[in-house]
């Protein structure tokens, strides 16, 4: 199957500061990303969709100017958490499929982000 | 609004036995369906997939069901090996959604030699 890198894999940061996600499709271009959220025990919750060259799609409840995302080229989006707080602690994950109308998701390894 | 439900949040079961993970969904609109293996803090795997269009999916030891009227799915691991245990997603899209996926919670799957 494709390829998707993420990275980091684990981070700690202090309250207050920004954290920068990355997510790359390796073997193939993504003009289309995904990046989700899970709590412990829980499932897997879209957070928005990553457009390369214009701006992301935000599902409902998650602040766009908290998580900012980017998707400057075909192989790479990232997701920057502005100003973490403890309740930003989490599991985030992105996901890209490749061209030709796939609907079969490839995901990366996932960021486990602690604020403290 | 959980458009997609897995009730079982855990599933034991003994080597070589079936293992049969279950799903429901209620969007209508949804006409592609997926099964996902997840160890913590890793991201999902891909197992198998299904149109709508089918009712049936085989991939080796796993098949997927999917009964469009009961809007229900599920996925059968035959037989059952230790190295099988994870907790296991399904998850529903759209065909014209580029991998878009909405999941249900999951199902913890022990697998006991």
């Known amino acids: 199957g494709a390829v998707v890198s993420q990275h980091p894999s684990r981070v700690i940061c202090k309250s207050g500061t920004s954290v920068k996600i990355e997510c790359r499709s390796l073997d193939f271009q993504a003009t289309t990303m995904f990046w989700y959220r899970q709590f412990p025990k829980q499932s897997l919750m879209l957070m928005a969709t990553s457009n390369e060259g214009s701006k992301a799609t935000y599902e409902q409840g998650v602040e766009k100017d908290k998580f900012l995302i980017n998707h400057a080229s075909l192989t790479l989006s990232t997701l920057t958490v502005t100003s973490a707080h403890p309740e930003d602690s989490s599991f985030y994950i992105c996901?890209?499929?490749?061209?030709?109308?796939?609907?079969?998701?490839?995901f990366g390894q996932g960021t486990r982000l602690t604020v403290v | 609004d959980q458009q997609v439900k897995q009730n079982s949040p855990s599933l034991s079961v003994q080597e070589g036995r079936i293992s049969i993970l279950n799903c429901d969904y209620t969007n209508s609109m949804f006409d592609y369906f997926l099964w996902y293996k997840k160890y913590p803090a890793e991201g999902p795997t891909f197992l198998i997939s299904i149109s709508s269009i089918k009712d049936k999916n085989e991939d080796g030891r796993f098949t997927v069901f999917l009964n469009k009227s009961a809007k229900h799915l599920s996925l059968h691991i035959v037989p059952s090996q230790p190295g099988d245990s994870a907790v296991y997603f399904c998850a529903a899209t759209y065909v014209s959604s580029y991998g878009k996926l909405t999941f249900g919670q999951g199902t913890i799957l022990t697998v006991h030699p």
């Open positions: 996901s890209a499929s490749p061209p030709g109308g796939n609907t079969e998701a490839f």
